[in-house]
């Protein structure tokens, strides 16, 4: 059976403790890009998606080979579970653009 499968990377732009961790240097690259990295090179998922509210963030995301179709709207505020970034991205995925997977993976 193949299974339908998409990572979905939570990246949160307004960090309090290190300022835009997500895509500060760590090791020669963006420290996004080696989750980003990790996903792509296992070979698990039909999508990698991350959910973000930076376009920034998102820029840096796409080189380094993740989708980012649209921008986090809700649950972008330092108290918000990051569970409910990735419920909300799954429900923009399906409700924008019509996918819906059968499992996900938080990284």
Known sequence: MNRSVVAIIPARGGSTRIKNKNIAGFNGLPMIAWTIRAARESGLFRRIVVSTDSEEIA????????????????????????????????EQLEERLGETFDDVVQL
């Open 59 to 90: 820029e840096v995301s796409r080189a380094y080979g993740a989708d980012v179709p649209f921008l986090r709207e809700k649950h972008a505020d330092a108290h918000s579970p990051v569970s409910e970034a990735t419920i909300h991205a799954l």
